[in-house]
């Protein structure tokens, strides 16, 4: 049983910095990706970065150079470093792990919710 576990949201202020933690627990094998994915009030959900198995790394345009998505492989954790954030960015923030490529299977983690605002 795979699960997914958010933490590290909050309240902060435009230009402000948060760590969003999202620790995998469980197995799975084959190529995966994981990702954070954002959903605003009356929006749909975007996907904000994502880093595959390789570990190579993707951004929506909205966030790159500002986020930073890694992997700690030891503890099975990805973080999404966010910096420079903007109200734009207030969203609840989930988890993602996609395995394999036809047919793929997703998991999610519960959200954390993140707000920006002064």
């Known amino acids: 049983q795979v699960q997914l576990v958010e933490s590290g949201g909050g309240l902060v202020q435009p230009g402000g910095s948060l760590r969003l933690s999202c620790a995998v627990s469980?197995?799975?094998?084959?190529?995966?990706?994981m990702a954070w994915y954002r959903q605003a009030p009356g929006k749909q959900r975007e996907l904000v970065a994502a880093?595959?198995?390789?570990?190579?790394?993707n951004y929506a345009d909205s966030v790159r150079g500002r986020f930073t998505v890694s992997r700690e492989y030891a503890a099975n954790t990805v973080y999404l470093q966010m910096n420079s954030l903007k109200p734009d960015d207030t969203a609840v923030y989930y988890c993602?792990?996609?395995?394999?490529?036809?047919?793929?299977?997703?998991?999610w983690g519960q959200g954390t919710q993140v707000t920006v605002s002064s």
């Open positions: 993602n792990l996609r395995v394999g490529v036809v047919g793929p299977k997703d998991y």
């Open positions: 469980g197995s799975w094998s084959g190529f995966y990706q």
């Open positions: 880093i595959v198995s390789g570990g190579v790394t």
